[in-house]
């Protein structure tokens, strides 16, 4: 088990740092020198409840000094063979012979039962972190989602009441895209997660309360990642 760092996922083909979506990172040279010539996959970080801060530095266009706060942060080498231990030990080693300053390998703890879990992610929320990523150690390297790489967090919930909707966009055209949703301090947020096609196609009136998780909140007291849970119960019964 490892900490889930809340930073912007990044991965490197051996030349340049790509974003989740295709898109090129304009990170300096002086950022990626030392970087192996084999595929990484990790996160561009700072420290904790800094995912603002490290949007505004990766998304400019140009290379520039804010690099200098960032390190990437790995948990994965796409491709190579064996188990999670064996994958990272070949950058390990690599790191060993080479420098690359802002190159890091995320701590892997070996996990003993469900109750140490529980005592780590504690420990780790309790300092600001997002969460816990458990991994099975001896499956081998699987492209995309897999049951073998589980997220584990700590989430809270709300309620808050709808006053529009978010068109949807791509395969999402025609459909509602998110709710827009007014929280107890008049707050407005967007949900877009958690609507299955149904709610989707028919989604709560307008004036309707729900009830969403969140994990946290960002700088500006908003929740964080919200996902629609359910209409309040209230309202249910």
């Not at 996959?41 to 998304?59: C, N, P, Q, T, Y």
Request: net charge positive.
């Amino acid at each position: 088990m490892s900490e889930k760092l809340d930073g912007v996922r990044a991965r490197w083909d051996g030349q340049q740092l790509i974003s989740r979506g295709g898109h090129l990172f304009a990170a300096p040279k002086w950022f990626t020198n030392g970087f192996p010539p084999f595929a990484l996959d990790g996160e561009l970080w700072s420290k904790r409840g800094d995912f603002e801060r490290i949007v505004s530095i990766v998304r400019r266009k140009r290379p520039h000094h804010g690099w200098n706060e960032l390190t990437y942060q790995i948990f994965e080498l796409p491709g190579q063979h064996g188990g999670l231990a064996q994958r990272l030990t070949i950058l390990s080693r690599y790191l060993s012979t080479h420098s690359a300053p802002y190159l890091h390998i995320i701590k892997q703890l070996p996990c003993k039962d469900k109750h140490h879990m529980q005592q780590y992610l504690h420990a780790l929320t309790r300092l600001g972190a997002e969460g816990l990523v458990v991994r099975n150690p001896t499956s081998p390297y699987q492209n995309g989602r897999s049951s073998n790489a589980l997220k584990v967090k700590k989430s809270e919930d709300a309620e808050c009441s709808i006053v529009a909707y978010k068109a949807g966009k791509g395969k999402l055209t025609d459909l509602t895209g998110a709710l827009m949703c007014r929280l107890h301090n008049g707050q407005i947020i967007s949900i877009g997660s958690g609507l299955n096609h149904q709610l989707r196609t028919t989604p709560p009136p307008i004036g309707k309360i729900i009830t969403f998780k969140y994990y946290g909140l960002t700088k500006r007291g908003k929740p964080r990642h919200p996902v629609y849970l359910r209409l309040w119960r209230k309202d249910i019964m």
